[in-house]
C-alpha cells in the first residue's frame, strides 16, 4: 500500500544493516527516505574490518530480506552451518581428526549461515541506492536531535546541515545518537550491562597461504583448512572462562573471535590486558598453548592480535523507543551480545515489523510508532537474556558429557514428536534460529521443553544408549516424552 501524502521524506540515521534495509522496505511502500551515515560510504572507501564479528544469518533475518526482495542477492555467498564443531583441548594437530561436530537439529535443512558483515552492509546499500526514492548521506555525524519535531542536525565535511523528516528513525547502533537524545528526556528507562569478556578479531587465510598445513587437509575440506560446514569453537580455555569461535567465508579463510576476559580473578589463566602487553614470542605462545590446534592455521597471528583492537560487548536495553515524532530499533533499542546470533536477525525484524504495521495501517507511519515499539521490548529483552545464557553455555557446557547428553535426548524427542507437537517438542535453538515465533513465546516454549527433557533424561539415563542400542532408545525416549509431554498444561 502507498504511503499517505506528506512531502517530508522519512529521515533514518544510520546506514548500517538495519537502516539500509528498512530505507529499502519504507521506499517500496512509497515513502521518500532520507539515511544519514556518519561514516563515509564503504564501497568507495573499504570497509573497515578488524571490528566485526562474522554474522550468522538465520529464519528471521531471511524473512525480512525476502520482504525487501533482496534475499537471493544476499544468499549467493552465505555458507550454510548446520551445526557446532567442538575443538578439544586435547587437539594438538591441525588435520581436524579429533573434532566433535553437534549438530543443530535433527533436520540437515536447518542450518545458520555464515556471511561477512561488511559484505552484507555493502549489498544492502547498493540495494537501497537501487531503490527509487531512497537518498543516501555519508560523513554525516549526527549532533543534534529534535525528537518531537523530527529533525537532526549533522557535522559533515561541508559544515553543519539540519535535515527535517515526516519522522525521525534512529537505527545508529548501540552508541546511538538518537536514542542519547531521549535518555536526557524525563521517565526514560535505559540501562547497560557490559560482559566480563571482550573480543578481538583474528583470520585463518585459505590452504594457499598455510604452507605448514598437514598433506591432504584442503582435498578433504574443500579447499578449507578446516570443515566449513559448521561454527567452529575452541571452548572453556584459560580455567574456562574463554573461548574463541571461527566462520567460514567464500574466500576459503575463517573469520576468528576470541573471547577473553578483560581480568582473570582466578589466576588460572591471562586477562586480555596482560596478553595485550606480551611481545610477540608471547602472544604465540598463549595460542600454541590454549589453541594447540591452530599454530598451522595462523601465520599473522601476531600481526592481527597488534592491529586488530580489542572491543567490549555490551548489552542495551531501553524503554519508550518513541519520542514525539522519533522511533528508534535495532541495536539503538537493543543491543546484545552475539552468542545466539541473533543481534542482526532481531533488528531485521524489527524492520519487517515496523513495514507490516505501517501498511496495515494505511501509510500511517505516525500511527503506529508506539504499537510498534510496545509489541517489540518485550522480545528484545527476552533474546538479550538468551544470548548471555548461551555464552555461558558455549563457552562452559558444549564439552560437558552431561549437557551433551541432554541435547541429544532433545534432539531425539525432536525428531520424534517434532510434527505431532511442535509447540511442545520444539527446541529453543530451533525456534530462535529456525522460526519466527515470537522471542519471549520461544523462551517460554523452550523452558518448558527443556524441563520436560531433565524429567526424561530421569527415566531414561544415558547408561540405556550403550544397553539398548541407538533404536530401541530413541523408542524409549519417545514413549517416556509423550507420557511426560502429554501431562504438561498448554
Known sequence: MNATPNPAPIL???????????????????FPVV??????????????????????????????????????????????????????????????EGTVFQPYSQDPAD???????????IALLDAAERTPGVKLLFDHRCTGVDLDNARATFDTPNGNVELQGRVLIGADGAFSAVRHAMQMTDRFDYSQHYLDAG???????????????PNGVAEKYNGYAMDPR??????????????????????????CTLFWPFADPSGKGHGFRAVEALDDAGVRAFFNRHYPDTRWLMPTLEEDFRKNPTSSLVTVRCEPWRRGRSLILGDAAH?????????MNAAFEDCRILSEMIEEAGGDIERVMDPFWQSRVEHANAIADMAIANFTEMREKVADARFLYHKKVEQAIHAALGQDMPERATPLYNLV??????????????????????EVVGRVPSELLHELGNERWRERVADEARRVLGGQIA
Open 12 to 30: 533514518l540515521v544510520g546506514a548500517g544493516l538495519a537502516g539500509s534495509l528498512l530505507a529499502v522496505l519504507l521506499a517500496k511502500q512509497g
Open 111 to 121: 542450518a545458520i549461515l555464515s556471511v561477512s558483515r561488511g559484505g552484507l552492509n
Open 335 to 343: 543491543a546484545i551480545v552475539p552468542f545466539f546470533g541473533q543481534g
Open 230 to 255: 559448521g561454527l567452529h569453537i575452541w571452548a572453556g580455555r584459560g580455567g574456562g572462562a574463554s573461548m574463541m569461535i571461527a566462520l567460514p567465508n567464500p574466500d576459503k579463510s575463517f573469520t
Open 433 to 454: 534460529s529456525f522460526t519466527n515465533v515470537p522471542y519471549a513465546e520461544a523462551r517460554k516454549r523452550g523452558q518448558q521443553l527443556d524441563a520436560a527433557v531433565s
Open 35 to 96: 539515511v544519514a551515515e556518519r561514516r563515509g560510504d564503504p564501497r568507495a572507501r573499504g570497509y573497515v574490518g578488524g571490528r566485526s564479528i562474522n554474522l550468522a544469518l538465520s529464519v528471521r533475518g531471511i524473512t525480512a530480506l525476502k520482504d525487501a526482495g533482496i534475499a537471493d542477492q544476499v544468499l549467493a555467498d552465505a555458507l550454510p552451518m548446520p551445526g557446532r564443531i567442538m575443538h578439544p583441548e586435547s587437539l594438538t594437530d591441525a588435520t581436524g
Open 199 to 213: 573480543y578481538k578479531e583474528l583470520h585463518i587465510p585459505a590452504p594457499d597461504d598455510l604452507p605448514d598445513l
